[in-house]
């Protein structure tokens, strides 16, 4: 059975290359079991088959596949893998695009036969499956749509000549409504579960998906630019986009309760029991097993937390730096004795004891870096950990698990959130300030109590801190809640990267703005006299870790409108020069050029 679903979710999709469309055309039809009004009808085969978007959702992984510390580039990170955007030149292949059709095809593969075969099976039933499906084709698409602008919505199954396969692509505007609509439909029929059921289909799973994408649709329209998109703010449909996330969240937020426990949310061998977690990936010790664990706490380096990240925390009054009742006069660690192996090494508990207590459930006490006793390990015995910036990440990892687990690669096995109650207070505190409808028990009921959790004092609708970093085009308010996502999701889904694609502030990764140099550095090591020359920059205020000076070189990375989307793959518009190509790019990959 498992080849047969395989074979029924080839992709044949708009851009296809005709060879690939030729040679997928050559695989022996489907069998009559699979696609039959005997498979259809059958509520556990559907089931089966739908189980295949399972992998869609990656949860922790391993460098390159893993959502939660693999992420992609921000200025919450720093090191060798983020020197660079994601794309310099245009690939002449990529699976952003190819796969994402794939799952299209198997979404819409799957709708047309309960359509027209599913005739003995219960409406209801029905209706639960084809929301999956819908909310799958509507995710896929909006995938497509963050990455590349405008695309081809393909609401059917191609044959090899069908028109769709040579079009034009849709305006991204078109597509987004059709989204709009799939996850309308998901989440008016995908069954109701209870809290209890947290990894599999329902309705809450749906609405919270749901959410996320109206959030950052909402919030695009209302920001974007013309020299950025070529089109300018679009107010009517943000609205829409924004109101219909207030509503998906607020029945959430009223079964979810927020659980007392920030890292345990990341930590856990298990989240079947945690009031926060509505959707969730399981892993089994010896049997199904990741390595973001394993990532953070070996010899191989880090990908460490930068200044302009560490300095968005606030101190626990509330406070920036500037405004602060704590003493701010020395941020360089100071050298002290480590329980772990009775050496000296940088300390700055006495930083973390002053901040957001999430700061300190994110990142060690203890720097960690390449030179003279920058070393240090978390687990006693165990390998020393580096980090490019000094600021290492505990934010993962499980102490009570044993090390043998904890140090090895495919050997951790806490499980994964995927969507959970403080992302939807968040989503839903965003949507209600940009919408102008935020009120004081809105906050209380959201981001004050997210504030609480990291012992921080509440907010009010006036709030200002006086943070010189905000944009002119945004109130504080606003710029207080963003703040708040950023501590709250630190190194969480990729969820920076495309936040800033929405709020269009991606010229905030441009190392070469003097505005923007904390993202490329790291702790102060001042204290630390056998540090080497050529990994520190020496500034005004200290000497900091440059997380950007690799092997004696500097890096730089210079902000371009076209980093806004990615190219579409030289090969698809070889097959489809309909397809065209985003503003900026080479409709040639760089081995063609």
Not at 206 to 228: H, Q, V
Not at 353 to 370: A, E, F, K, N, P
Not at 494 to 503: C, E, G, N, S, T
Not at 577 to 587: E, I, V, Y
Request: aromatic share 12%; with cysteine; hydrophobic share 35%.
């Amino acid at each position: 059975m498992k080849k047969n679903i395989y074979l029924f979710g080839i992709l044949l999709a708009g851009g296809a290359m005709l060879s690939s469309c030729n040679d997928m055309l050559d695989k022996e039809p489907l069998d009559s079991f699979t696609n039959s009004p005997t498979f259809w009808n059958n509520p556990s085969s559907v089931e089966g088959y739908a189980a295949t978007f399972y992998n869609l959702f990656t949860g922790y992984g391993n460098p390159g596949n893993g959502d939660f510390y693999f992420q992609s580039l921000s200025d919450d990170q720093a090191g060798a893998g983020f020197k660079n955007w994601k794309y310099v030149n245009t690939p002449a292949t990529d699976g952003n695009w190819t796969s994402t059709y794939t799952e299209i095809r198997r979404a819409n593969a799957m709708i047309e036969a309960l359509n027209t075969m599913a005739t003995e099976m219960d409406e209801d039933t029905k209706n639960h499956w084809l929301g999956v499906a819908r909310l799958m084709r509507g995710w896929q698409h909006w995938d497509l749509v963050r990455k590349y602008g405008d695309c081809v919505w393909v609401n059917h199954v191609p044959d090899v000549d069908d028109p769709i396969l040579f079009a034009a692509r849709d305006d991204r505007d078109e597509v987004m409504d059709s989204v709009l609509n799939d996850l309308q439909f998901a989440c008016n029929n995908i069954n109701e579960e209870g809290t209890g059921v947290k990894t599999t289909w329902s309705r809450n799973m749906a609405r919270a998906m749901a959410a996320d994408i109206c959030l950052w649709e909402g919030t695009f329209r209302k920001y974007r630019t013309a020299d950025e998109n070529g089109k300018g703010p679009d107010t009517e449909g943000a609205n829409r986009f924004l109101n219909y996330c207030v509503e998906l969240c607020e029945p959430l937020m009223a079964a979810y309760p927020l659980s007392d426990n920030y890292q345990a949310i990341y930590n856990s061998v298990s989240l079947a029991n945690n009031s926060e977690v509505i959707f969730c990936k399981e892993y089994l010790k010896d049997i199904f097993e990741h390595s973001t664990i394993d990532y953070t706490c070996t010899s191989t380096q880090q990908d460490g937390m930068t200044k302009d990240a560490f300095d968005s925390y606030l101190f626990l009054d509330g406070q920036l730096k500037a405004n602060t009742s704590y003493d701010t006069s020395n941020d360089a660690a100071v050298m002290k004795y480590s329980d772990n192996d009775g050496s000296q090494h940088l300390n700055i508990k006495h930083m973390l004891d002053m901040r957001d207590l999430r700061l300190g459930q994110t990142v060690d006490s203890i720097l960690c870096y390449t030179g003279t006793g920058g070393g240090w390990a978390r687990v006693a015995g165990g390998m020393a950990m580096t980090s490019s910036t000094g600021y290492t990440i505990c934010k993962y990892d499980n102490v009570t698990i044993d090390p043998a687990y904890r140090q090895n690669t495919y050997s951790n096995y806490t499980w994964c959130p995927l969507y959970w109650v403080s992302v939807v207070y968040l989503n839903y505190a965003e949507a209600k300030a940009e919408l102008g409808s935020i009120t004081q028990t809105d906050l209380d009921n959201t981001i004050n109590k997210l504030k609480a959790r990291a012992g921080l004092p509440s907010i009010t609708l006036g709030v200002d801190l006086g943070d010189p970093k905000k944009p002119a085009n945004v109130s504080s308010l606003i710029w207080e809640i963003r703040r708040e996502r950023r501590c709250e999701l630190m190194f969480d889904n990729d969820f920076r990267y495309w936040d800033l694609i929405r709020w269009h502030m991606l010229d905030k990764l441009d190392t070469t703005n003097p505005e923007n140099v904390d993202i490329t550095l790291g702790a102060n090591l001042t204290n630390d006299a056998g540090i080497y020359d050529g990994h520190l920059v020496t500034t005004g205020d200290g000497s900091y870790i440059d997380a950007y000076n690799i092997g004696g070189t500097d890096y730089d990375r210079t902000y371009e409108v076209k980093h806004y989307l990615y190219p579409i793959p030289s090969s698809e518009i070889t097959a489809n020069d309909a397809l065209g190509q985003n503003t900026g790019w080479s409709r040639q990959s760089s081995d063609e050029e």
